[in-house]
């Protein structure tokens, strides 16, 4: 299957019956929504991630994907994050 290179954000809540926040995460998602879950603590984790330098963009994928993923992801020119494409291998 091939995937997406179409990444999105989410921010995400767990609340009690009262409605207070347990706990606030972030997730760095794929466009389709299976290659890609990745969960995060904080918003500096999320600002850590280097979407605007490719190759270190892969090689963070590269952790959390499969090497067939990571084949996929290379299959295509580029992905889109916030709006803005980035070459897959940066060149």
Do not use: C, V
């Not at 290179?5 to 921010?11: C, D, G, S």
């Not at 998602?29 to 500096?44: W, Y």
């Not at 994050?81 to 940066?90: C, L, S």
């Amino acid at each position: 299957m091939i995937l997406s290179n179409e990444f999105y954000l989410n921010k995400n809540e767990s609340l009690n019956y009262l409605g207070k926040t347990l706990e606030t995460y972030y997730t760095l998602n794929s466009f389709d929504g299976i290659h890609l879950t990745i969960k995060l603590k904080s918003m500096e984790d999320l600002l850590e991630i280097p979407f605007d330098n490719p190759k270190e963009f892969a090689t963070f994928l590269s952790k959390h994907w499969t090497e067939q993923d990571m084949k996929n992801f290379y299959s295509e020119e580029k992905y889109l994050i916030d709006g803005k494409y980035y070459r897959t291998r940066g060149e």
